[in-house]
């Protein structure tokens, strides 16, 4: 199994726990895993990007048309790293603007379930349903149990479960 | 729990657990990007694993270096860190440790940011290693790095010398899994053995200690087991080899593999690129014909491959700046295989969004008001979060550390000898800038007689960085009280003779503070001001349950002049969708209520003011 995959936001967005939960859910899935995370000052407010390999790599980044799954929890990001996304690759992209890609309105469903912090779970959860990744909803599911802040778990569940469910 | 399991690390938090596990006793940093997450780590599994360790967020870097050396004259393991421009902070005892030696292993970890990404130069480390005669290790994995940490310690301890670990921001802010392993528990006791012809060293013992520094580096270059690592190729490209270290070796193998070349042709991978074993130097030369060496960020490999004919940054080959990505790679390597090239292969250089300061930073009110007082003012500044302060147009210089206060006393000496007539020269400053290097420039300048004003932006925590205390605060590394040294009493202590204390977010008093300030710098016997600009960061949770909260408006009186976006620039001011008005959005306002007094026609309203 190897899998590329692209996370994107602006700083604050939350572009960093979700790139830890999928890192999560590949070890618990036994397979390899390597990310590459911008820090420092992009991350007040400006364009941040993970990159996720899983299985055997060495290299942490993706290369431009390599990518097999691109999340954009700020729609605008996929100008800048579209041609990242290989031939084929499938992006989820938070707009109600519908187009060449799988679109969900992460922010308005977050809104829906009481909480904007949790706009990147609904993207996570539609990505995790239509994305064809290398771990399903299950996994998923106990990996954010894990990984979340004790008095956050049940509204990151709620908001990833609004995206899964999403039709 | 069980220690030798897989944990998912980031680069920073496998080199912290590897100086755990080798059982290090004191660690000492200071942060930066990409070296931050280092010394947090120390703190999280010494605490985890029941290591007992000194852990120090040091004022800056050469403090941490001298702390920590110290501690391993001692015969303990001591290990700092720091990123690439760190070093420099720390290069004056960095090169004489080289000729003392350490005791015990002693392991300097430094983080390159090729790009660069957060920093002001993409210096290479190993160069500097190299300049000083100081092992240096280059790791291609978090897991790797973790691995090098030990063997650091090894070799240091062996030769009594310092090691270096070279990481970059590819490997620092990389999540891989990784083993751990329990501890080592060396129970040294500090035994300082005095030595004054090693440990004072004055120049008639200097020649004899840099003999045998280099005897030390003639050994360490013949150590089979810091050679370069070899994957050999099938032998259909005998002629060829690539040789690469560092996150670059990672990314050429991956590409290896696409291209299918890999298990074709000789790759190495140098592990220690500085000394540059000598066996493999002699084997390079004589037994290839095309070499290619792909290495971040300066050429230092093949430097000490002395072969013209190598093809890297020498021949042009590899750029000469930046950072050695996959897809520049992918075109050296085509190049250097003689493949063709994919046309519009090279990708552009990528643009997003521009970081700013988040909504309600008390920067934003303290700059406001400084552009607002000194519109023709010269406006140093230095690095930090506030750096920032450039969208606001109240940052005209940023250079190094500290550098802002000595600036501004070079500006006033440039103007002032012309005509004795000078501008305002507003310099700003942060709080854990001001600790770092800020103080001998406000001595100097106070001594030199220099007039201009200095706002010590005082947000109690050093905040681009992730939120280290600063000594003000008083809290340690690990958590505990230290004791706390308060900012006034040293500004006081430099001779500094006006010093006011005011919260930006009261703009008007801020703002009569900045012209009382730039009329004593203009009196008689004035000389340099000094306002303390204190309020905390918004990103400190406790700080903020305790600030007034406003719910704010914007009324039909709003003309869409779009003076506040364009001159306050909170992100939660927008213009509404057709562009006539300026909305706030309510998601990421957080009340501060500072806006208010910058609208000219008063439309923007804070009503409420209770606490969370
Ligand atoms: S809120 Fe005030 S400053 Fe901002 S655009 Fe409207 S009128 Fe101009
Ligand atoms: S009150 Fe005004 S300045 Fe403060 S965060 Fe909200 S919009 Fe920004």
Redesign the interface.
Known sequence: MKQQIIVSGIGGQGVLFLTRLFAQAAVEEGLDVLTSETHGMAMRGGTVVSHLKVGPFKSPLIRMGQCDVGLFINASNLDIYRNFIRPGGRSFVNTDISGEYYNIDATGLAKECGSLLVTNLVLLGYAVKEGNLFCDEGVMETIIRKSSQPDRIEMNLKGFKAGVSRN | MDQTK?K?L?GNEAIGRGVVEAGCTLTASYPG??A??ILASVVNFSRETEIKMHIEWSVNEKVAYEVALANSYTGKRSAVAMKQVGLNVASDPFMRSAYLGVKGGFVVIVADDPGP??SQTEQDSRLFALSAKIPVFDP??PREAKEMVRKAFELSEKYEIPVMLRSTT??C?????VPCLPPERLERTADFEKDPGRWVATPQFLYDLHHRLNDKIDKILEEEDFSPLLIPGDGSLSKYCIISSG?A???T???LEDMKFSGKIDLFQVTMPYPLNKKFIRKINSGYKKILVIEETYPVIEMQLTNPEINGRNSKLIPNQGEL???II?DVLKKFLELPLEAG?S?EQ?????????PGCPHRAAFYAIKETFPEGIFPSDIG?Y??GMNLGAVDTCHCMGACISQGAGFYHAYAQDNGKFPTIAVTIGDSTFFHAGIPGLINAVFQKARFIVVILDNSTTA??GNQPTPEVGIMADGTRGTPVLIPDLVKACGVRFLKECDPYDLETFTSYLKEADQYCRSEDGGVAVIISKHPCVLDKEAMKAQPVYSMRITEDCTGCEYCLNNFEC?ALVSDSDGERVIIDQ?ICIGCGVCQHVCPVGAIIAEGGGKK
């Open positions: 897989q998912i980031m990007t990409p931050s997450e990404h957060s291609a994995s590819r490997i802010h990389a999540r891989q899994n996150v070796f990672a990314h193998c991956d590409l990505t996959p897809d992918q292969a990708p990528i643009k997003g969004k521009r970081p700013t300061l988040c979060c750096t920032l681009m960085t992100p998601n």
